[in-house]
């Protein structure tokens, strides 16, 4: 069964960073894309990011792109997003998600879901 645990939200200021991380567990993902999406109070989940588990090709929310990096380390089965100049409104609820592999970019239905993590980002 696979498993995703997303660590490392919490309150930063804003302009600052903050790395998110998720611990994926229950198989082996080499076939999987992994992504962040994020849900704001009163807003629909957003996708922020994926990447292909096995060769780290990345997807992107153009919007984000650029204060925004994903990451993995295979070798720790972990899945990483690196957030940078942080702004009050990328305050949400961080997940991360897994689907097998189909099409690129990838499409919007993923199989599997972690709990969530908070980032709150003060003015």
């Known amino acids: 069964q696979v498993q995703l645990v997303e660590f490392g939200g919490g309150l930063v200021q804003a302009g600052g960073s903050l790395r998110l991380s998720c611990a994926a567990s229950?198989?082996?993902?080499?076939?999987?894309?992994m992504a962040w999406f994020r849900q704001a109070p009163g807003k629909e989940r957003e996708f922020i990011a994926a990447?292909?588990?096995?060769?780290?090709?990345?997807n992107y929310q153009d919007s984000l792109k650029g204060r925004f990096n994903i990451s993995r380390d295979n070798a720790k089965n972990t899945l990483y997003l690196q957030m940078d100049s942080l702004k009050p409104e990328d305050t949400a609820v961080y997940y991360c998600?897994?689907?097998?592999?189909?099409?690129?970019?990838?499409?919007?239905?993923?199989?599997?879901w972690g709990q969530g993590t908070q980032v709150t980002v003060s003015s």
């Open positions: 990447i292909t588990w096995s060769a780290g090709t990345t």
């Open positions: 998600a897994a689907q097998t592999l189909q099409n690129w970019p990838p499409g919007r239905t993923y199989q599997y």
């Open positions: 229950g198989r082996t993902f080499s076939s999987y894309v």
